[in-house]
């Protein structure tokens, strides 16, 4: 059903991952390219992150909607979990395979945005652990027949 916690879960999971488009990675004390031209390092500033966001966003709304086949509720909550991952990682990655001399002549500051996934890590596995709790549920009423 629609109106389980595992949903409110899920939205929020997808509203903090949707909080990238507001809040930095990142911010920088000298403009330095190709990441920081603008002081600061957000979610816009690679393709690769801007579909790890989108599809981080997208997953748990699609998790919503699945509430009649559980197990692939599971899976795609495991997805979202995953590309919240990978995003901070890939984040890193991009912005220290930049260039030594980018890190050395610029001082980085973390921003709000760089936890935001990890609070939609924590949302989606609520969302996954009630899930469970639905799915074993029904199998004990199953059992009971």
């Not at 000298?30 to 002081?39: F, H, I, Q, V």
């Not at 957000?42 to 748990?60: F, S």
Request: hydrophobic share 55%.
């Amino acid at each position: 059903m629609i109106q389980r916690i595992q949903t409110l879960f899920y939205a929020l999971a997808s509203l903090a991952t949707g909080g990238l488009f507001f809040l930095p990675f990142a911010s920088s004390t000298k403009a330095t390219e190709p990441y920081l031209s603008d002081k600061i390092y957000e979610i816009g500033d690679d393709p690769i992150m801007l579909g790890l966001a989108v599809i981080g966003i997208i997953c748990p709304l699609i998790a919503i909607f699945l509430f009649k086949n559980r197990p692939v509720q599971l899976r795609i909550g495991l997805l979202t979990i995953v590309f919240n991952i990978l995003l901070p990682l890939v984040s890193f990655m991009l912005i220290y395979n930049s260039g030594k001399a980018m890190l050395a002549s610029a001082e980085l500051n973390d921003e709000m945005g760089i936890f935001l996934p990890i609070v939609a890590i924590i949302f989606a596995a609520l969302g996954n652990r009630f899930v469970k709790k639905d799915d074993n549920l029904v199998k004990s009423m199953d059992r009971l027949r």
